[in-house]
T-cell receptor, first 115, second 114 residues
């Protein structure tokens, strides 16, 4: 059981380049999330998808777009990368759209550096 | 809105010593509380959670946490730590109604030395 799989694991971009971070889960979860983790700031929510076909902004959505391709996959796109987007990105999923007490399951992260 | 405060960014301890990692939260409604652990180069994994009932919650790897509603705290404890407990620990809170988003604290790095 793979859980939540993120690709790539590492990426280096130049300012202005674009890329898509991929995320897939095999647990039949309805909700999926993208977080970024920066030193001293914990995890901050970028975007989330409560269910297939819906997406909503989190607390730090600027500079990002997302696509909930199907129930399994939730991608994060950087259209024009900036150094401020250097971070570790985590995808997570959770059972049910309103299962607020169910835990998040995380992928192992994508380490992105923008030069 | 909810918020979580982890005042200690880093806690150094010696192996086999007890440890307490502090977490305080702020919310105008009832909440569920979680502790997650992140080992180096990995994602977060659930350590324990408080939903209702007994205020003392036991988790994996010998950790436990106590919910104190009057002090709005959810401190994590372990009576005797191991080198392998070296990791970053995150406290998180979510309101217990409707579809809400988990709010994380800034994390506490536990450093266990021999």
């Amino acid at each position: 059981n793979a859980g939540v799989t993120q690709t790539p694991k590492f990426q280096v971009l130049k300012t202005g380049q674009s890329m898509t971070l991929q995320c897939a889960q095999d647990m039949n979860h309805n909700s999926m999330y993208w977080y970024r983790q920066d030193p001293g700031m914990g995890l901050r929510l970028i975007y989330y998808s409560a269910s297939e076909g819906t997406t909503d902004k989190g607390e730090v959505p600027n500079g990002y777009n997302v696509s909930r391709l199907n129930k399994r996959e939730f991608s994060l796109r950087l259209e024009s990368a900036a150094p401020s987007q250097t971070s570790v990105y985590f995808c997570a999923s959770r059972q049910g759209a309103a299962s607020y007490n169910s835990p998040l399951h995380f992928g192992n992260g994508t380490r992105l550096t923008v030069t | 809105a909810q918020s979580v405060t982890q005042l200690d960014s880093q806690v150094p301890v010696f192996e086999e010593a007890p440890v307490e990692l502090r977490c305080n939260y702020s919310s105008s409604v009832s909440v569920y509380l979680f502790w997650y652990v992140q080992y180096p180069n990995q994602g977060l994994q659930l350590l324990l959670k408080y939903l209702s009932g007994s205020t003392l919650v036991k988790g994996i790897n010998g950790f436990e946490a106590e919910f104190n509603k009057s002090q709005t705290s959810f401190h994590l404890r372990k009576p005797s730590v191991h080198i392998s407990d070296t990791a970053e620990y995150f406290c998180a809170v979510i309101p217990n109604t409707g579809f809400q988003k988990l709010v994380f604290g800034t994390g506490t790095r536990l450093l266990v030395s021999p």
